[in-house]
T-cell receptor, first 112, second 110 residues
Framework: DADVTQTPRNRITKTGKRIMLECSQT?????MYWYRQDPGLGLRLIYY???????NKGEISDGYSVSRQAQAKFSLSLESAIPNQTALYFC???????????FGPGTRLLVL | SQKIEQNSEALNIQEGKTATLTCNYT??????LQWYRQDPGRGPVFLLL?????KEKRKERLKVTFDTTLKQSLFHITASQPADSATYLC?????????FGAGTRLFVKA
């Protein structure tokens, strides 16, 4: 089984709808991250969490919210989806004191 | 603001040759420099990490250099194979922060 899983893998939604992307990990890492990736751009950080009670905004948090339900689960919500949120979304985990991040397989989101 | 630059144009090389990818960064002094591989539609996978006090790091056919004066890292794949075709992301990191470059697409022709 994969160490970092994301659901759904693909999602089509309409403008104005609320959607949630979920991430689970079995690596036992304390830190979790949400990124979006657009063609020609690097991974951009949306939110990150150092532990269940420590959640921080990244460089592009507007229009997004997150929830860290447990150490192993970190969800990303789009409260009211808009077309420019169409992108590939990745969850990643990391253990504090290390640098390497472990990524999930991604969620491809299309907002019509 | 901090900026990471990788060759935006794809790199095409012949099988067996050495591929060299460049990463330049500005307004940043990372303690580490990481390289990741990303295949189409998949998440990035960690390859190598080099520390600021290391000049060079090797792992099998991979070699990374880190020049903190030039603010540059070079990533080499020797004896390249078609299976090495992918996008390679540079990621300077340190101080709770990792910044990912947009990546360089590598095509290795048989």
């Amino acid at each position: 089984d994969a160490d970092v899983t994301q659901t759904p893998r693909n999602r089509i939604t309409k403008t104005g709808k609320r959607i949630m992307l979920e991430c689970s990990q079995t690596k036992g890492h304390d830190r979790m991250y949400w990124y979006r990736q657009d063609p020609g751009l690097g991974l951009r950080l949306i939110y990150y969490s150092f532990d269940v009670k420590d959640i921080n905004k990244g460089e592009i948090s507007d229009g997004y919210s997150v929830s860290r339900q447990a150490q192993a689960k970190f969800s990303l919500s789009l409260e009211s989806a808009i077309p420019n949120q169409t992108a590939l979304y990745f969850c990643a985990t990391k253990s504090s004191g290390t640098e390497t991040q472990y990524f999930g397989p991604g969620t491809r989101l299309l907002v019509l | 603001s901090q900026k990471i630059e990788q060759n935006s144009e794809a790199l095409n090389i012949q099988e067996g040759k050495t591929a060299t990818l460049t990463c330049n960064y500005t307004n940043y002094s990372p303690a580490y420099l990481q390289w990741y591989r990303q295949d189409p539609g998949r998440g990035p996978v960690f390859l190598l990490l080099i520390r600021e006090n290391e000049k060079e790091k090797r792992k099998e056919r991979l070699k990374v250099t880190f020049d903190t004066t030039l603010k540059q890292s070079l990533f080499h794949i020797t004896a390249s194979q078609p299976a090495d075709s992918a996008t390679y992301l540079c990621a300077p990191s340190g101080g709770f922060k990792t910044i990912f470059g947009a990546g360089t697409r590598l095509f290795v022709k048989a």
